[in-house]
T-cell receptor, first 112, second 115 residues
Framework: QKEVEQDPGPLSVPEGAIVSLNCTYSNSAFQYFMWYRQYSRKGPELLMY????GNKEDGRFTAQVDKSSKYISLFIRDSQPSDSATYLC????????????FGAGTRLFVKA | EAGVAQSPRYKIIEKRQSVAFWCNPISGHATLYWYQQILGQGPKLLIQ????????DSQLPKDRFSAERLKGVDSTLKIQPAKLEDSAVYLC?????????????FGPGTRLTVL
């Protein structure tokens, strides 16, 4: 079993839709949870960061962490064609040290 | 602020040849990472430096991969000899520190194709 599981998609939605992206993980010691966005032929860039459980909102983006279920989510409201990218969940901390473990990434296409 | 620089951007070699990648991190960032990203997968950490010391190289195939960070700034990653399965994007990243909440800044990557 992989430490971090993420559906690779692709996920195709119309412009303006609410997008839900998810990851599950197996290491209960993870403390830091991140979402990175990666455009084609670019390096990943940090989108959202959450420590431990709870919600965090930044503009059209909301990150949720449920440590009891080992489940994290990223919601994108009013999705735009410019949101088309691969979204990588990542986590670190705990017994694994601060090594960051990435999910496989979900490819998102937002159609105009 | 200049970002993480990597070169070359693309490289095509034949199996059993050697190749080297270069990375210049963001000025002042003590931690430098090399990741391997195979098509359709997330980045996998190969090696992490704190200044010029190695913090984690547990997933580096040491029989063929080597890396160094000269004077705690620039870094090179070498593969010798290359195998077909080494075809991937090699990403360099840097951060201020190595704690879990330190944001990693990634370079554009070097896309390696081994024929």
């Amino acid at each position: 079993q992989k430490e971090v599981e993420q559906d690779p998609g692709p996920l195709s939605v119309p412009e303006g839709a609410i997008v839900s992206l998810n990851c599950t993980y197996s290491n209960s010691a993870f403390q830091y949870f991140m979402w990175y966005r990666q455009y084609s032929r670019k390096g990943p860039e940090l989108l959202m960061y959450t420590y431990s459980s709870g919600n965090k909102e930044d503009g059209r983006f909301t990150a949720q962490v449920d440590k009891s279920s080992k489940y994290i989510s990223l919601f994108i409201r009013d999705s735009q064609p410019s949101d088309s990218a691969t979204y990588l969940c990542a986590m670190s901390g705990g017994t694994g040290g601060f090594k960051t473990i990435f999910g496989a990434g979900t490819r998102l296409f937002v159609k105009a | 602020e200049a970002g993480v620089a990597q070169s070359p951007r693309y490289k095509i070699i034949e199996k059993r040849q050697s190749v080297a990648f270069w990375c210049n991190p963001i000025s002042g960032h003590a931690t430098l990472y090399w990741y391997q990203q195979i098509l359709g997968q997330g980045p996998k950490l190969l090696i992490q430096f704190q200044n010029n010391g190695v913090v984690d190289d547990s997933q580096l195939p040491k029989d063929r991969f080597s890396a160094e960070r000269l004077k705690g700034v620039d870094s090179t990653l070498k593969i010798q000899p290359a195998k077909l399965e080494d075809s991937a994007v090699y990403l360099c990243a840097s951060s201020l520190g190595q704690a879990g909440h330190n944001e990693q800044f990634f370079g554009p990557g070097t896309r390696l194709t081994v024929l």
